[in-house]
Nanobody, 123 residues
Framework: QVQLVESGGGLVRPGGSLRLSCTASRRTVSNNAMGWFRQAPGKEREFVAS????????RYANSVTGRFTISRDNTKSTLFLQMNSVEPADTAVYYC????????????????WGQGTQVTVSS
């Protein structure tokens, strides 16, 4: 099973930006869709964004569309989430995930989870 390690979380002010990274332990993850989920206190884990193995088929939750951008660098086995115009509602633990499938990611297709990185949006 591939190991996923997130980084880049922290405290950011409303309207600010943050970039999350997720590095995989094996380059074979380059054949799989990957993405991000988040879980806020007292809430269920929810889908944020996903991307196909070749960088196509990017999908976003309605709540982050137009503000967040997902990308990947398969030469470095790394996934990114650029977060712009962040809002207090974006406060959550963000989890990186790798799918069993090449193009699609959903909770039921996740093969590997990262440990999560905390993002706090507050003034």
């Amino acid at each position: 099973q591939v190991q996923l390690v997130e980084s880049g979380g922290g405290l950011v002010r409303p309207g600010g930006s943050l970039r999350l990274s997720c590095t995989a332990s094996r380059r074979t993850v380059s054949n799989n869709a990957m993405g991000w989920f988040r879980q806020a206190p007292g809430k269920e884990r929810e889908f944020v964004a996903s991307i196909g193995w070749n960088g196509s088929n990017a999908r976003y939750a309605n709540s982050v569309t137009g503000r967040f951008t997902i990308s990947r660098d398969n030469t470095k086995s790394t996934l990114f989430l650029q977060m712009n115009s962040v809002e207090p509602a974006d406060t959550a633990v963000y989890y990186c995930a790798a799918s069993r499938h090449a193009m699609a990611l959903a909770t039921e297709t996740v093969a590997s989870w990262g440990q999560g990185t905390q993002v706090t949006v507050s003034s």
